[in-house]
């Protein structure tokens, strides 16, 4: 099955870039997903991208694919404190495995 | 509105009790989901739905019982608690062949077992 990897922490300083790095292991997976977990709360879908782009932006966010390397990206341009947040990467089609999650720290 | 919905939101029982946790949405989606939550924010699916027919069942004790009375609805039954089964369970719902067939998840119930 799906295995989806991602560090488990990362801390930056308010208007810095943040990038979040995810690898999955099955290169059939249609879509990939970054979801916002904020706490005590549900998971919010942030973007997705489709298996056949590269790259997508939308605002702030930019989405990096190397299917080569079965890699995913995420960076937040100028984080802000309210971008503190669990970021979850997925990977899958109708079956999608979640990744450990990646704390985001924003430091002021 | 709220799209996907979860009753209750909070839960403490004694090991050894039966609950269920409700799920409704209103998006009209034909496949809903259970996961589970850990500690550590690791989440696992434990059970999928489409049109009220089990599609995913993963390595869950069968003191977990899934039931689906329409496509709108999915409740969770479990049996039996236990200390481990302590966690947040979210439930999602999707739509199969719908853009991106992304997953909308609930706000979560927490389970806390003494």
Same mark, same amino acid.
């Given at each position: 099955g799906e295995?989806?990897?991602?560090?488990?922490?990362?801390?930056?300083?308010? =208007?810095?870039?943040?990038?979040?790095?995810? *690898?999955? &292991?099955?290169?059939?997976? *249609?879509?990939?997903?970054? $979801?916002?977990?904020? #706490? %005590?709360? %549900?998971?919010?879908?942030? &973007? $997705?991208?489709?298996?056949?782009?590269?790259m997508k932006q939308d605002q702030r966010l930019t989405v990096l694919l190397n299917?080569?390397?079965?890699?995913?990206?995420?960076?937040?341009?100028?984080?802000?404190? =309210?971008?503190?947040?669990?970021?979850?990467?997925?990977? =899958? $089609? +109708?079956?999608?495995?979640?990744?450990? %999650?990646?704390?985001? +720290?924003?430091i002021p | 509105? &709220?799209?996907?919905?979860? *009753? #209750?939101?909070?839960?403490?029982t004694q090991m050894g009790n039966d609950k269920s946790i409700k799920c409704e949405q209103n998006l009209g989606h034909d496949t809903m989901y259970w996961y589970k939550q850990d500690s550590k924010k690791f989440l696992k699916i434990m059970f999928s739905y489409n049109n009220k027919e089990l599609i995913i069942n993963e390595t869950v004790p069968n003191r977990f019982s899934p039931k689906s009375p329409d496509k709108a609805h999915l409740n969770l039954h479990i049996?039996?608690?236990?200390? %481990?089964?302590?966690?947040? $369970?979210?439930?999602?719902?999707?739509?199969v062949g719908g853009e991106s067939e992304t997953q909308y998840f609930g706000p979560g119930t927490r389970l806390l077992v003494l």
């Open positions: 295995d989806v990897e991602q560090s488990l922490f990362l801390s930056v300083r308010e =208007g810095d870039s943040s990038v979040i790095n995810c *690898t999955y &292991t099955d290169s059939s997976s *249609t879509y990939l997903y970054w $979801y916002k977990q904020e #706490p %005590g709360a %549900g998971l919010q879908l942030l &973007t $997705y991208i489709f298996s056949n782009m590269d299917k080569k390397d079965k890699h995913l990206s995420l960076r937040i341009a100028d984080t802000q404190t =309210g971008d503190s947040a669990i970021y979850f990467c997925a990977a =899958g $089609y +109708q079956k999608v495995t979640f990744g450990t %999650g990646t704390k985001l +720290q924003v | 509105d &709220t799209a996907v919905s979860q *009753t #209750p939101k909070y839960l403490v049996n039996s608690l236990e200390l %481990g089964d302590s966690a947040v $369970y979210f439930c999602a719902s999707s739509q």
